[in-house]
């Protein structure tokens, strides 16, 4: 599993987490239903929505991260990766 997908895991379950949440707290408030039930359906949902953002995440990730990286490393170097020293960054 790439760095990128990794990180997009991690992003998915911090989505999932609060997800879940959510869906407990307006369950037991809103709904009045009982613990349990609010619970069981929370965590179904924190579990579909963590893995569905993660896949999606990682995806994006996988995509865009190489770009941003090398965007950012020749940023902060002045340089362009994989050219001459010699060139310079436009100011």
Do not use: C, W
């Not at 911090?14 to 929370?42: C, F, H, M, P, W």
């Amino acid at each position: 599993m790439s760095l990128f997908k990794k990180v997009g895991a991690v992003i998915g379950t911090a989505v999932g987490s609060v997800a879940g949440a959510t869906e407990y707290r307006y369950r037991t408030l809103i709904n009045k239903e009982d613990n349990q039930t609010a619970k069981e359906n929370a965590t179904k949902t924190k579990m579909s929505v963590s893995t569905k953002v993660g896949e999606t995440a990682g995806d994006l990730l996988e995509i865009v991260g190489p770009v941003v990286t090398t965007a950012v490393t020749s940023h902060l170097t002045g340089r362009v990766l994989g050219k001459s020293k010699t060139l310079k960054r436009l100011k």
